[in-house]
């Protein structure tokens, strides 16, 4: 799962979990990602009403869109192609819109810094081999439980 990593200041990062299908990226440093609800996307379609979010125009950041494809999925940021402040990897998002890689940097002006991720996040899961013998720490050959 795709996610944004959202600085907090002084070497802090927050992680910003992209569940959904598009999210605004809003010039406001306390709450700079949120779930874009007024995207219209109608399949067979090749266009969005009004090309961008109302939302996203309101506050002059930029909407994250995910595409998938079967089992592929990409993240696109689309962004105001005349003001050109909105960065990717330090680069102005000149024509609009672009498809985001992992470890990308995302900049809007007066959101805090971003970075795209497609990483799976660590989290504990058990052990699913076999259940014969004795499993132990390489470190400590103490038994793992």
């Known amino acids: 799962m795709a996610h944004l990593w959202v600085g907090t200041g002084e070497d802090g990062w927050a992680v910003a979990l992209l569940v959904g299908d598009a999210f605004v990226l809003a010039p406001q440093a306390d709450r700079p990602v949120r779930v874009c ?15 961008r979010s109302q939302e996203a125009m309101a506050h ?24 050109q402040t909105t960065a990717v990897n330090g680069m102005p998002v000149v024509l609009g819109i672009r498809v985001l890689h992992n470890r990308d940097e995302v900049r809007v002006p007066g959101a805090p810094r971003m ?25 400590c050959e103490r038994a793992v439980t």
């Open 115 to 139: 970075l795209f991720s497609t990483e799976r996040l660590a989290r504990v899961e058990p052990y699913a081999g076999p259940s014969y013998g004795r499993c132990s720490c390489t470190l």
């Open 60 to 83: 002059d950041g930029a909407i994250l869109v995910r595409s998938a494809c079967g089992d592929k999925e990409r993240w696109v940021l689309l962004a105001a192609p005349a003001s």
């Open 37 to 51: 609800r007024s995207w219209v996307l109608t399949p067979g379609e090749s266009k969005v009403a009004g090309g």
